[in-house]
């Protein structure tokens, strides 16, 4: 039998820091990336800052704005906060305004801002299943769509790069609101595309797998917590590292990826297609949350 001791998995990436592109690839372009101030979306930020960009941060809560500014200036790049809840159309709008005062017309929108948290569909109140949606499905179409306006009335070209997750192709039990939101992502992401290609728009989606972070929600963390080490459940025998989640992002968004529009990119070490020859016996989401039955 392998003794995963012995296995290589897949190598570490560089540090963070290092950048997958040519210096200054984004310099004079403003960047909007909502959730900016957190985790996966801190990343992507910094690394377009890195690169030159201006990086607009958005989202709702004071101590993520000044955390995703502060990382961002960090890089030494120039920074932007605006407390923008993506699920208002006039907070959008106000969003690509001040945006826009201060750098130009955004020339690349990062759809990053989600929200989850685990529950059993038969425990879900109407009220979960629309925020989930309406923040990670309506959200992003909402701020593609100020994009998109924007764009097509100037004549210019830009970038949208949207964020989804693996559930969105196998659901996702345990995450009913948040996979079926995420599918809808995908599939936006595919007719945004063709309706604002001839517009010179592109519009991708970057999945990223497994990459925990310190600023992932308690219910998350809890969730994750129940699981085995995370690195062996992994084909690659480690989880993911922020930084190749950005990579990816400023990959998508940037010059050398002109011809690649419509696209879903996956960075997740090939976790969602992993199978057992045999099945695993199956264990209820209420087992494995630890509740008892459901009780009406
Ligand atoms: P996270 O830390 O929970 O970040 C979510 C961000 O969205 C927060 O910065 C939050 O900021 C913002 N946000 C939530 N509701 C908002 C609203 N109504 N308006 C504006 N902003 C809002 O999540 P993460 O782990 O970094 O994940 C980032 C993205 O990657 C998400 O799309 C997630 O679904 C996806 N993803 C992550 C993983 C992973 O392993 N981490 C795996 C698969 C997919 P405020 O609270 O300040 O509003």
Not at 260 to 272: C, S
Request: aromatic content about 6%.
């Amino acid at each position: 039998m392998d003794d995963r001791d012995d296995l290589p998995g897949i190598p570490a990436p560089p540090p963070v820091g290092e950048t997958a592109l040519r210096p200054g690839t984004f310099d004079g372009t403003c960047v909007v990336v909502t959730g900016g101030g957190t985790g996966l979306g801190k990343a992507i930020a910094t690394e377009f800052g890195r690169l030159g960009a201006d990086v607009v941060v958005a989202s709702r809560k004071d101590e993520h704005l000044d955390a995703g500014r502060q990382a961002v200036e960090a890089t030494g790049a120039r920074a932007l906060a605006v407390s923008c809840d993506i699920r208002d159309a006039d907070a959008v709008a106000d969003l690509f305004d001040r945006a826009t005062e201060a750098f130009g017309m955004p020339g690349v929108l990062v759809n990053n801002a989600a929200a989850n948290f685990p529950v059993p569909a038969e425990d879900m109140s109407p009220n979960a299943w629309r925020t989930v949606l309406d923040i990670t499905l309506t959200g992003t179409f909402l701020c593609a769509r100020e994009f998109g306006r924007r764009h097509l009335a100037a004549g210019t070209p830009g970038s949208i790069v949207n964020v989804g997750a693996t559930f969105a192709w196998t659901g996702g039990p345990g995450f009913a609101h948040s996979s079926a939101a995420k599918a809808g992502v995908v599939n936006l992401t595919q007719t945004l595309a063709v309706e604002w290609g001839p517009y010179g728009i592109q519009v991708n989606c970057l999945v990223p797998g497994l990459m925990p972070h310190e600023d992932m929600t308690g219910d998350i963390r809890s969730s994750l917590d129940r699981t085995h080490d995370k690195d062996v459940c992994q084909p690659a025998l480690r989880v993911g590292q922020r930084q190749e989640l950005g990579w990816a992002a400023t990959f998508l968004a940037s010059p050398y990826a002109r011809f690649i529009t419509g696209h879903t990119l996956v960075v997740d070490g090939a976790n969602w297609q992993r199978r057992s020859m045999t099945n695993p016996p199956v264990v209820t989401v209420r087992d494995q949350m630890g509740l008892g039955p459901f009780q009406g």
